[in-house]
T-cell receptor
C-alpha cells in the first residue's frame, strides 16, 4: 500500500531532551515536507526537501533540523525541545514539486513537551 | 505572499443538508487549488483539486470550481452524510521562487448530525 509512515504517533517528552520523529514513504517520491498544525494557526511548513541531500527552510524552521540521506526517509529532529513545540506534526510527500499533484500525508505525530 | 482564506467554523448541519464552504485566495501567477479533508485522528487526505481556471474538481459528491475572476474555490455538496464530519482545508500551491509548498487555510470543522 502506498503510504507515508510517521513514528511515533504520540510522544510526551521533557524540555531539552533531544528527539527524532521519523518519516518514511514507499512511493519513490522526490519531494518531502514537514508541517505543524496548531489551533487557530492551521498548517505551517517547517522544512522541505526537493530530493536527496537537498533541504530548505519553510516558514517556521527555528528549533528544528532535518536530513535527507535517502529518498524514502525524512526525519525531523528537535535537538532541544521546548514547550512551544508542543504540536501535531505531519510529514507529507509528492512525486516531485510541480505544484499540481498535491501531497500524500502521514497520520501525524502528536508531540507534548513539558 | 500567497494566502488562503476560508470560512471559519465550526459548522453543524443535519444529514442531507446542502453544504458550502467558502474559500478565496491571493496568489501571484496561476496556482493549483486543492481541498483536503481530515477525519478525526487521521492525516489530511486529498479530496479534490483543480489546476487551471474554470476547472471543476469533484470526488465523493463534493465539487469545487476554480474561479479566477473571483479568486475563489468554494466547496459544495448537495446532501451531506454523518460520515462527512471532518475538518476541511482549502490550499493552493505556492509557485513563488524559492517557496515550494502548499499554503493552507485554517480549516473548518464540520459536524453532521443524523
Amino acid at each position: 500500500e502506498a503510504q507515508v509512515t510517521q513514528n511515533p504517533r504520540y510522544l510526551i517528552t521533557v524540555t531539552g531532551k533531544k528527539l527524532t520523529v521519523t518519516c518514511s514513504q514507499n512511493m519513490n517520491h522526490e519531494y518531502m515536507s514537514w508541517y505543524r498544525q496548531d489551533p487557530g494557526l492551521g498548517l505551517r511548513q517547517i522544512y522541505y526537501s526537493m530530493n536527496v541531500e537537498v533541504t530548505d527552510k519553510g516558514d517556521v524552521p527555528e528549533g528544528y533540523k532535518v536530513s535527507r540521506k535517502e529518498k524514502r526517509n525524512f526525519p525531523l529532529i528537535l535537538e532541544s525541545p521546548s514547550p512551544n513545540q508542543t504540536s501535531l506534526y505531519f510529514c507529507a510527500s509528492s512525486l516531485r514539486w510541480t505544484g499540481v499533484d498535491g501531497y500524500t500525508f502521514g497520520s501525524g505525530t502528536r508531540l507534548t513537551v513539558v | 505572499g500567497n494566502s488562503v482564506t476560508q470560512m471559519e467554523g465550526p459548522v453543524t448541519l443535519s444529514e442531507e443538508a446542502f453544504l458550502t464552504i467558502n474559500c478565496t485566495y491571493t496568489a501571484t501567477g496561476y496556482p493549483s487549488l486543492f481541498w483536503y479533508v481530515q477525519y478525526p485522528g487521521e492525516g489530511l487526505q486529498l479530496l479534490l483539486k483543480a489546476t487551471k481556471a474554470d476547472d471543476k474538481g469533484s470526488n465523493k459528491g463534493f465539487e469545487a470550481t476554480y474561479r479566477k475572476e473571483t479568486t475563489s474555490f468554494h466547496l459544495e455538496k448537495g446532501s451531506v452524510q454523518v460520515s462527512d464530519s471532518a475538518v476541511y482545508f482549502c490550499a493552493l500551491s505556492d509557485l513563488e521562487g524559492g517557496s515550494e509548498k502548499l499554503v493552507f487555510g485554517k480549516g473548518m470543522k464540520l459536524t453532521v448530525n443524523p
